[in-house]
């Protein structure tokens, strides 16, 4: 089945050293660009993290530092890049829990400002896991009848995804080819940045989701406790959780 798209769909997939948002970096991203023609453009760019690879990561990608010490950081493709995806939604596997708030780092740290919350998000992992919980060598064979190969590939993995979530509109006839249906259907959080730090109450009013504060409204804990924000940003968390406190602050100065 075709995409039935308003605006162009970006498939696409990260491979890094490693899955701590803060301290980790992107080796090789790829994407597959489908526009609401059908017309596709791919490329996939290796990346140099300008820190080392660990040997666990290169045991699952099979990139080392050594096939990277030559590429471009992301900071010099941050900007052509940003081009490339503006006005576009995104698509993955496991995107919205690794990849989305991944490249939302990335940009920060090259300080590149695209706001990615414009944007859809369809992770075609969470579609499956409603519908079947497997994995995406798993999701690729049960729905494409095809073996991934080459996967744990940055270029694999994002065309398999592609071609998984035509088939999960093919074979679910529930599944809406709507993409602002979809980003709702694979969406398990309503976080208010991508680590998941901040959620929306029902009234659409951030909420800390750790700590000691947890539960308890972002806006109430910045008044009351007046050293929060300052431990917030002195802390280990990612720039991007850093960046929505720092708009509830503001706002609240603006509010008085």
Not at 40 to 45: A, D, G, I, L
Not at 50 to 55: E, F, G, R, T
Not at 71 to 81: D, G, H, N, Q, V
Not at 124 to 146: M, N, P, S, W
Request: aromatic share 10%.
């Amino acid at each position: 089945m075709q995409l039935n798209l308003k605006n162009a769909l970006v498939f696409f997939d990260l491979e890094t050293t490693g899955i701590n948002l803060v301290k980790d970096r992107i080796v090789e991203i790829s994407y597959v660009k489908v526009y609401p023609n059908g017309k596709e453009e791919s490329k996939t760019k290796r990346i140099n993290p300008c820190i080392p690879i660990p040997q666990e990561a290169t045991a699952i990608h099979g990139i080392t530092d050594d096939d990277v010490k030559d590429c471009p950081t992301f900071r010099e493709i941050a900007k052509s890049l940003a081009v490339q995806i503006e006005g576009c939604d995104l698509a993955g596997f496991n995107s919205n829990r690794f990849d989305i708030p991944m490249l939302a780092e990335e940009f920060l740290r090259a300080e590149i400002d695209i706001d990615l919350n414009r944007r859809k998000f369809v992770d075609v992992q969470t579609i499956f896991h409603k519908k079947e919980l497997r994995t995406l060598g798993a999701a690729y064979k049960f729905y494409c009848d095809k073996e991934l190969q080459n996967a744990h590939s940055a270029e694999a993995d994002t065309k398999a995804t592609y071609e998984i979530l035509k088939a999960q509109l093919d074979r679910y006839p529930d599944l809406q080819n709507d993409i602002n249906y979809l980003a709702a259907y694979s969406s398990y959080n309503n976080n208010a940045d991508f680590a998941g730090r901040l959620i929306y109450n029902s009234k659409g009013e951030e909420v800390i989701n750790f700590g000691k504060y947890k539960g308890e409204l972002a806006t109430n804990v910045l008044k009351s406790d007046t050293g929060y924000y300052d431990w917030i940003m002195k802390g280990d968390f990612t720039l991007n959780t850093k960046q929505v406190f720092t708009k509830i602050k503001l706002r609240g100065f603006n509010a008085k």
